[in-house]
Nanobody
Framework: QVQLVESGGGSVQAGGSLTLSCAAS????????MGWFRQAPGKEREGVAS????????NYADSVKGRFTISRDNAKNTVYLQMNNLEPEDAAMYYC?????????????????????WGLGTTVTVSA
């Protein structure tokens, strides 16, 4: 049984930083695509960042490029999202996701339907 457990959310002021963690069990984070998504109240869930297996190719939404970094620790079977220079628009529930099988290209997509397993999320609040 696959479980993804997010942690690290919290409240910060604009310009601050947070690091989210996603601990996986029943699934190897190096086996296929891993992604971070977020959903703000009243909005659709959107892809933020993804990382591929093996070569660790990273894909970012334009809104977070240069501020967020996705990484993976295979030994800990954990994926991270380092978020710097946070803006009020970044406030949302952040979800970790894993793909069972993706063979569409070297970069992992930021599309919800490409991911099969989801965590319950962790909340990020950013005050102006």
């Amino acid at each position: 049984q696959v479980q993804l457990v997010e942690s690290g959310g919290g409240s910060v002021q604009a310009g601050g930083s947070l690091t989210l963690s996603c601990a996986a069990s029943g699934y190897s984070v190096n086996s296929n695509c891993m992604g971070w998504f977020r959903q703000a109240p009243g909005k659709e869930r959107e892809g933020v960042a993804s990382i591929s297996a093996g070569r660790e190719l990273r894909n970012y939404a334009d809104s977070v490029k240069g501020r967020f970094t996705i990484s993976r620790d295979n030994a800990k079977n954990t994926v991270y999202l380092q978020m710097n220079n946070l803006e009020p628009e970044d406030a949302a529930m952040y979800y970790c996701a894993a793909s069972r099988q993706y063979n569409g290209g070297p970069y992992c997509p930021l599309l919800r339907y490409r991911y099969n397993y989801w965590g319950l999320g962790t909340t990020v609040t950013v005050s102006a």
